[in-house]
């Protein structure tokens, strides 16, 4: 079951508050959530899941290594790829 809300309008506002004249919706639905969360793993993890299941010679990349300054992405991405925004791997089965 999703948690997510969702504002909506609707008909009558009577007032000049930015948000009268909306109101909240519980997402509830089981099978087909609009909104949903994301479930990542974590990029140590995500590497021991690939070779556990079968993959060998798991290769992984980061990339997007934030808030450092665009020049200095590159090194670090490489030193630390642990703390990148976003991850690449290449497994073979």
């Excluded at 140590?44 to 665009?70: A, E, H």
Aim: charged share 15%.
């Amino acid at each position: 079951m999703g948690l997510t809300y969702v504002l909506a309008p609707f008909e009558g506002a009577s007032s000049n508050h930015p948000l009268c004249g909306w109101y909240l919706i519980l997402d509830t639905e089981s099978d087909t959530q609009v909104h949903r969360h994301l479930v990542v793993f974590s990029y140590l993890v995500l590497k021991k899941y690939l070779q556990m299941i079968g993959f060998s010679k798991v290769q992984g990349y980061g990339f997007g290594l934030y808030p450092l300054p665009n020049i200095f992405q590159p090194i670090f991405e490489k030193i630390d790829p642990y703390h990148c925004h976003q991850m690449v791997f290449i497994a073979y089965k």
